[in-house]
């Protein structure tokens, strides 16, 4: 399996902030990589697909970048609303394995 | 509207056995690959496995294989995960998504575009 390793597993942060999150994998996955979004208590949802592309009707501040191994997934200007947990995962490969997560919460 | 709709939440004893349901509505249920996802209290998201439902291949990742048993039923444009002797560790909530499929340069991407609202099982005695 190819595994997928997220930093940092827990991030605070202010409103405005720039924030990182980084995810590489065990191996190449060309740009095989999707980060979402889960907010507590709710369904995880797609934000960038294929490495850099944003799903129709995420804002803008929501960037990902990457291919190979090392991922990153930025977001310029947080909002209240983006205080959630991240998760990439690789379709490179079955079985399509995920990141541990990255916890996003206010400083 | 696209979207998936799961079936309610399972209480269920050790040993016993269990098949929740995933109907997907408003898309062509036969074209697009269906993945089961698990997340377990406070933890992380596990890939079980995915099917397409236009000829029911089904392929599981390691940990899951064996476990659970996923199924299609294409009249009902319904997937389903079952378990013929459910443990304590199954519990969880499970989630089923579609998978989109974009072909970019000659390469082609897998994603989870639309998710279920979640199954939550509990196994307890």
């Known amino acids: 399996d190819i595994q997928m390793t997220q930093s940092p597993s827990s991030l605070s942060a202010s409103v405005g902030d720039r924030v990182t999150i980084t995810c590489r994998a065990s191996q190449n996955i060309d740009s095989n990589l999707h980060w979402y979004q889960q907010k507590p208590g709710q369904v995880p949802s797609l934000l960038i697909f294929?490495?850099?592309l944003l799903r129709s009707g995420v804002p803008s501040r929501f960037s990902g970048s990457g291919s190979g191994t090392d991922f990153t997934l930025t977001i310029s200007g947080l909002q209240p609303e983006d205080f959630a947990t991240y998760y990439c995962q690789q379709s490179f490969s079955a079985p399509y394995t995920f990141g541990q997560g990255t916890k996003l919460d206010i400083k | 509207e696209v979207q998936l709709v799961q079936s309610g939440a399972a209480v269920k004893k050790p040993g016993e056995s269990l098949r929740i349901s995933c109907q997907g509505l408003g898309y062509m249920f036969t074209g697009f690959w269906i993945a089961w996802v698990r997340q377990m209290p406070g933890k992380g998201l596990e890939w079980v496995g995915i099917?397409?439902?236009?000829?029911?291949?089904?392929r599981y990742s390691p940990s899951f294989q064996g476990q659970v048993t996923i199924t299609a039923d294409r009249s009902n444009k319904t997937a389903y995960l079952q378990w013929s002797s459910l443990k304590a560790s199954d519990t969880a909530m499970y989630y089923c998504a579609r998978q989109r499929q974009l072909e970019r340069h000659l390469h082609y991407y897998y994603y989870m575009d639309i998710w279920g609202t979640g199954t939550p099982v509990t196994v307890s005695s």
């Open positions: 099917i397409y439902p236009g000829d029911s291949e089904a």
């Open positions: 294929a490495a850099s």
